[in-house]
C-alpha cells in the first residue's frame, strides 16, 4: 500500500475516462532554451547582489528536493514506490481464481461503475450490498470476480500514474541540475563587472530565475499528483473489503 490520503482530490465527470486525466491537462512540458525570457535592462549592482544572496540557498535546497528514500531516482513521491497491486493485500485469504470477470455482464457493469471518479463511498457500498443481495446464483464467486476487476482496472491506471510520475520526477531532477550550474557560473561573474561581463551577469540571472521558477511549479503539481495513486489504492481497499464480507456472508455453512 502506498498509504492514506491527506486530502481529496478535484471531482471529474461520470465518463469512463482517465480517473487521473485533470492531473495531466495541464502537464509541464518546459524547455528552458525556448521559453527564456528577452534580456531586461541591467539594474543596479546591489540589488543583483541582494537576489543573488536570496536565491543561491533554493538553489543549493533544489539539489536534495527528491525523496532519498527511492529506490527508483525517477520517482518523485514521498510514498513508497510500489509499481503492481497484489490481490493478497486487500483479501484476506483463499481468493476464487476461477473464470473471467468480463465475461459476467452483471459484474463487468459493478467494476466498471465503481471505478468511475464520481461514485463515493456511500454510494459504492450500496452498490456492492445491492448486487450481493440480487445476485442469481453462485454468489461468492461473482463477488470475488468483481474484486479482480476492480484489481485489475486499478493496478493499470496506477501503472499509467506511475510512469508519468516518473516523467516529471526526471524533468524535476534536469531542472534542480540546471539551477545549480546556473547559480556556478552567475557566481563566476564579478558583481561589479561591466560591458559583456555585466550583460552576461544579468543573462544568467534571469535563466538562473526562470529555471528556478519552473522547477517550483512541477514540484508544486507532483506533490498534489503524489496523492492520486494513494486515492486508487484507498478505493480499491474499501470495496475489497465490502466485497469480502459480503462473499463470506453468502458462503454456504
Request: glycine fraction near 6%.
Amino acid at each position: 500500500m502506498i498509504g492514506i490520503p491527506r486530502k481529496p482530490l478535484p471531482e471529474r465527470d461520470g465518463s469512463r475516462g482517465s480517473f487521473h486525466e485533470e492531473f495531466w491537462v495541464k502537464k509541464v512540458r518546459l524547455s528552458v532554451k525556448n521559453r527564456l525570457p528577452c534580456k531586461a535592462a541591467r539594474g543596479g549592482e546591489s540589488g543583483w547582489r541582494l537576489r543573488f544572496v536570496a536565491i543561491m540557498p533554493f538553489a543549493i535546497a533544489l539539489i536534495g528536493a527528491a525523496p532519498q528514500h527511492a529506490e527508483d531516482p525517477d520517482w518523485p513521491c514521498q510514498q513508497r514506490l510500489v509499481p503492481r497491486l497484489a490481490a493478497a493485500a486487500y483479501w484476506n485469504g483463499p481468493l476464487d481464481m476461477q473464470g473471467d470477470w468480463q465475461t459476467d455482464p452483471e459484474v463487468t457493469d459493478l467494476v466498471r461503475l465503481l471505478f468511475q471518479r464520481r461514485v463515493d463511498n456511500r454510494e459504492g457500498l450500496a452498490e456492492i450490498a445491492n448486487f450481493a443481495k440480487t445476485a442469481s446464483k453462485d454468489r461468492p464467486h461473482r463477488l470475488a470476480l468483481v474484486f479482480r476487476g476492480l484489481v485489475e482496472e486499478t493496478d493499470r491506471e496506477r501503472a499509467d500514474l506511475i510512469e508519468k510520475l516518473k516523467q516529471m520526477g526526471r524533468r524535476q531532477r534536469e531542472l534542480a541540475d540546471l539551477v545549480a550550474r546556473l547559480a556556478d557560473e552567475l557566481n563566476s561573474v564579478p558583481p561589479n563587472a561591466n560591458g559583456e561581463g555585466a550583460d552576461k551577469r544579468v543573462d544568467l540571472q534571469q535563466r538562473h530565475d526562470f529555471t528556478a521558477r519552473n522547477f517550483e511549479e512541477i514540484r508544486r503539481t507532483v506533490r498534489y499528483a503524489c496523492e492520486t495513486p494513494v486515492e486508487l489504492d484507498a478505493r480499491l481497499g474499501a470495496w475489497a473489503r465490502a466485497l469480502q464480507q459480503a462473499a463470506n456472508a453468502a458462503a454456504p455453512g
